[in-house]
C-alpha cells in the first residue's frame, strides 16, 4: 500500500504538470495571435489631396507579465458606444485609405459654366447680309465721299509774293530754247489778283510763250476765282467767267454754260488753291494720296486729278530746295497734255518748278530762280 500510493501521486502530479505546461504553451501562442492582430497596419502613403480618416477600439485589459510573455487575466472592457461621425464631402479622384478595400465609383466630372462656350449660329447663305466693298476696301487717299468728281478741302493760301523762273523748253528733232517767266501772287483783303507769264528768248527778241491771269475772292472753299483770261501763242484769246451764286461757268471760245461746284479753279488759281491745301494740312501731301479739282479750261469743265509722288530735291540758283512733287497725268484716251508742280513747304508751299508735257512731246519747264515774299501783316 505504501509503495503503490507514492508511486500513483508521483504519476498524478506529473500528468498535472503536462497539463499545465500545455495551456501555458497555448495561451503563450494566444497572447502572440493577438499582439498580431492588435498591431495597428501599416499605413498606406496616401495621395495628395486625399483625406485618411480610421477609428479604433482598443479595449481596456488587466495584463501580467510573465517571463517574457504577457498573460491577459482580466476580462476584456465592454466597448465603448461609437458615436455618429458627420459625413464629409469627399472631392472627386480621392484614392481609398485601405488598398485592400475596392476604389469607389468615379463620381461625375463638374464641368465649369465659364468654360462652356455657346455654340456659334450659322446663318443660312440667303439671309447673311450683303458685303458692301466699301466696307472692306481700303480707306480713300483723300478727303473725298466717292472715288469720282472733284473735292474741297480746308484752305490757307500762301502770302503776297513774286517768283521768277527760268524757262526751258524742248521740242522734238529742235534745239532748246530758253527764257524767263515770273508767277506774281497778290493777297489783300480777301481778294487776290495772280498773273503768270512765260517767254522765250530768240536771237534779236522775245517771244511771249502765254499769259494767264485770274482774279476773285477767298471763301470757306478757298481760291474762288470771278473771272480769267488766258492768251497763247498763235491763239486768240479767252476768257471764262464764273456765276458762284448760280454755280456755272460761262466761255468765250465756245458761248456756252456749264454747271460747277464747290471750290472750281481756273487753269492759273489751281497752282495756288495746291498750295494753300498744303500750306493749311501738310499732311494732305503723302505718297500715293490724290487731290481732286474741278478746272474750268478754254470750253468745258475738267476734274483734274494730281497724284502726290514723293519729297523730291529741285535745284535752283537759290540752291537745293525740298518740295513735294504733285502729277496730273494725261487722262486715258486723251492728247491732254501731262503737268507737273513742285511745292516747296519751306517757301511758302510757293510752286518752285512747273512742268508741262504737250501732246506733240514738247516739254516747258519753269524753276524757280528768284523768291520775294511780302509777309500779310506789312500788306
Known amino acids: 500500500m505504501n509503495t503503490i500510493a507514492p508511486t500513483f501521486e508521483h504519476s498524478v502530479i506529473k500528468r498535472q504538470n503536462l ?16 499582439l498580431d492582430m492588435d498591431a495597428p497596419p501599416a499605413k498606406p502613403r496616401m495621395e495628395e489631396n486625399s483625406i485618411a480618416v480610421q477609428f ?26 461609437k458615436k455618429p461621425v458627420p459625413e464629409k464631402k469627399i472631392e472627386p479622384a480621392i484614392s481609398p485609405v485601405n488598398p485592400s478595400l475596392p476604389a469607389p465609383e468615379p ?20 439671309s447673311k447680309p450683303e458685303t458692301k466693298a466699301e466696307e472692306v476696301s481700303a480707306p480713300l487717299a483723300n478727303d473725298a465721299v466717292s472715288n469720282e468728281g472733284p ?24 534745239n532748246p530754247t530758253f527764257g524767263e517767266g515770273e ?46 483770261t488766258e492768251k497763247r501763242r498763235n491763239r486768240s484769246e479767252t476768257a471764262t467767267h464764273f456765276d458762284h451764286a448760280k454755280k456755272s461757268v460761262s466761255f468765250s471760245a465756245s458761248n456756252k454754260s456749264t454747271e460747277i461746284q464747290d471750290g472750281a479753279q481756273d487753269k492759273a488759281s489751281f497752282i495756288m488753291q495746291l498750295a494753300g491745301i498744303g500750306n493749311a494740312e501738310p499732311d494732305k501731301f503723302q505718297p500715293g494720296r490724290e487731290i481732286r479739282l474741278q478746272v474750268a479750261e478754254e470750253r468745258d469743265v475738267a476734274t483734274f486729278v494730281f497724284v502726290v509722288t514723293a519729297l523730291e530735291e529741285v535745284e535752283t540758283k537759290m540752291g537745293k530746295i525740298m518740295a513735294w512733287h504733285v502729277v496730273r497725268p494725261p487722262r486715258p484716251g486723251t492728247y491732254n497734255s501731262k503737268l507737273e508742280v513742285w511745292l516747296a513747304p519751306e517757301q511758302y508751299w510757293y510752286p518752285i518748278q512747273i512742268r508741262n508735257t504737250e501732246s506733240n512731246g514738247a516739254v516747258t519747264t519753269q524753276t524757280a530762280t528768284k523768291i520775294v515774299s511780302i509777309p500779310n501783316t506789312e500788306r
Open 183 to 228: 508767277l506774281n501772287w497778290e493777297l489783300k483783303n480777301a481778294r487776290y489778283k495772280m498773273n503768270i507769264e512765260a517767254k522765250l528768248d530768240l536771237l534779236f527778241t522775245s517771244l511771249n510763250l502765254y499769259q494767264l491771269h485770274s482774279e476773285g475772292s477767298i471763301d470757306v472753299y478757298g481760291i474762288t476765282p470771278a473771272s480769267s
Open 19 to 34: 497539463i499545465f505546461l500545455t495551456l501555458a504553451v497555448l495561451l503563450h501562442l494566444l497572447v502572440l495571435h493577438n
Open 151 to 174: 473735292q474741297t478741302y480746308p484752305i490757307r493760301p500762301p502770302q503776297t509774293g513774286t517768283i521768277s523762273m527760268r524757262i526751258v523748253r524742248t521740242e522734238p528733232n529742235k
Open 107 to 126: 463620381e461625375p466630372a463638374i464641368v465649369v459654366a465659364a468654360e462652356v462656350k455657346p455654340p456659334v449660329p450659322v446663318i443660312p447663305a440667303e
Open 56 to 81: 479604433r477600439d482598443v479595449p481596456e485589459q488587466n495584463e501580467q507579465k510573465a517571463g517574457n510573455s504577457i498573460v491577459k487575466t482580466g476580462p476584456m472592457a465592454a466597448p465603448e458606444e
